[in-house]
Structures are given as structure tokens and as C-alpha cells.
């Protein structure tokens, strides 16, 4: 099955600084890769996505990168800012394929600190 | 709408015991889903069912039992409790499988096994 690398496990910034979370993936058959972000207690919320066929995506101030021969794709937030404080996940998942659905494959999670 | 609604938000049960987690969503999704997260640790499927009648095993089911009788509602079953079963349980529902289709979650429901 679908493994998902994801670095680092902490990563602590300055407000206004960016910041970047790595994510590889094992399976060259995963074609959809969704980050989300789960503050402390919360569910998790999908902040950006991105399918196989892109190679990056921008919203506002987050973006996401994806090297499909590589198998490694990243979140980019820019002027972070303290609400951007939380931990974020990324995943990948196949679907699409015509077969049931297997949700998706989650990393073990990036704690974001956004210092004052 | 609710969307993924997850019942009881907080349960401690004893070794042995049984419960089950209800979910129910109200946006006429296919697919449903049942995650758990453990401290430190991303999201790991338990089941999931692509709609009524019809449920499949993800990767950590043992210990778990689903039924879909219809489309709003997918309960999780603990038949017998074991501390490896204390977590932070997610249902979560989505449209189709299609790349793509946002997956919702619900609020969670945190459980001890003491």
C-alpha cells in the first residue's frame, strides 16, 4: 500500500517568515494529494489540494508543489502569521481509478509554531 | 446542513467492554469513512463503505466492526475494548472516490480504554 513520508515533525518559524512541509509518497499511482490542517482539539480541514496532473497551486498565501518523478510534494506558507499555528497533514490517496474508494494515506503530521 | 456528525464526543470504557460511535451526515455522500488518530500520529483508515450495503477493510481494521444500511448513517462498532483502542476517532464522508472530492470530517470522538 501507500506510504507517506512527511518532514518535519516540528518546525518553528518567525511571524512573517515562511514556511515549508515536505511530504514524499511511495505509490506512483497516487494522483490526488490534499494537505490539511487540524488545530489543537479540531478536526481536520482541508486547506489546499492538488491532483497529479498540475505540477503547483496557490491560494493566497499557501501553496502547494508536487514532483511526480520524484514523488515528493510541499506546502508553502508565506508571511505566516500566529492563526497559522497547528498541525498540518498531508496525503495521498488514489482515486479516480474506477475501483472503490480507499481514502486516503495520511504523514504523521507537521507541529507549525509561529513565533511572536 | 450538519455534515459529519459523530456521537459521543468523549467515552471511557472499560477493558472488555462494547460500544459504538455513530456518524451520521446529511450531504448525500457515497463514500464514507472511519479514521483513527493516535498522539503525534496522522490519520490511519479503519473502514470505509462506498455506499449503502457495502463496506471494505482499510489498513487498521482488527478490533472494529461497520454497517451501512443506509446512506446517511455509518456506526463503528468496539466489541471488546482494549487499551490499544484508546484514540481520537474521525468519521468523515465525501461524494465519490474521484480525485478531488473533499473528504469532511466530523468533530471527533475521543476515547479511553482503561
Known amino acids: 500500500g501507500e506510504n507517506v513520508e512527511q518532514h518535519p515533525s516540528t518546525l518553528s518559524v518567525q511571524e512573517g517568515d515562511s514556511a515549508v512541509i515536505k511530504c514524499t509518497y511511495s505509490d506512483s499511482a497516487s494522483n490526488y494529494f490534499p494537505w490539511y490542517k487540524q488545530e489543537l482539539g479540531k478536526r481536520p480541514q482541508l486547506i489546499i489540494d492538488?491532483?497529479?496532473?498540475?505540477g503547483e497551486k496557490k491560494d493566497q498565501r499557501i501553496a502547494v508543489t508536487l514532483n511526480k518523478t520524484a514523488k515528493h510534494f510541499s506546502l508553502h506558507i508565506t508571511e505566516t502569521q500566529p492563526e497559522d499555528s497547528a498541525v498540518y497533514f498531508c496525503a495521498a490517496s488514489i482515486r479516480g481509478s474506477g475501483g472503490g474508494a480507499d481514502g486516503l494515506t495520511f504523514g504523521k503530521g507537521t507541529h507549525l509554531i509561529i513565533q511572536p | 446542513n450538519a455534515g459529519v456528525t459523530q456521537t459521543p464526543k468523549f467515552r471511557i470504557l472499560k477493558i472488555g467492554q462494547s460500544m459504538t460511535l455513530q456518524c451520521a451526515q446529511d450531504?448525500?455522500?457515497?463514500?464514507m469513512y472511519w479514521y483513527r488518530q493516535d498522539p503525534g500520529m496522522g490519520l490511519k483508515l479503519i473502514y470505509y463503505s462506498v455506499g449503502a450495503g457495502i463496506t471494505d477493510k482499510g489498513e487498521v481494521p482488527n478490533g472494529y466492526n461497520v454497517s451501512r444500511s443506509t446512506t446517511e448513517d455509518f456506526p463503528l462498532r468496539l466489541e471488546l475494548a482494549a487499551p490499544s483502542q484508546t484514540s481520537v476517532y474521525f468519521c468523515?464522508?465525501?461524494?465519490?472516490?474521484?480525485?478531488?472530492?473533499?473528504?469532511?470530517f466530523g468533530e471527533g470522538s475521543w476515547l479511553t480504554v482503561v
Open positions: 492538488i491532483r497529479s496532473n498540475v
Open positions: 450531504m448525500n455522500h457515497n463514500y
Open positions: 468523515a464522508s465525501s461524494y465519490t472516490g474521484r480525485a478531488g472530492n473533499t473528504i469532511y
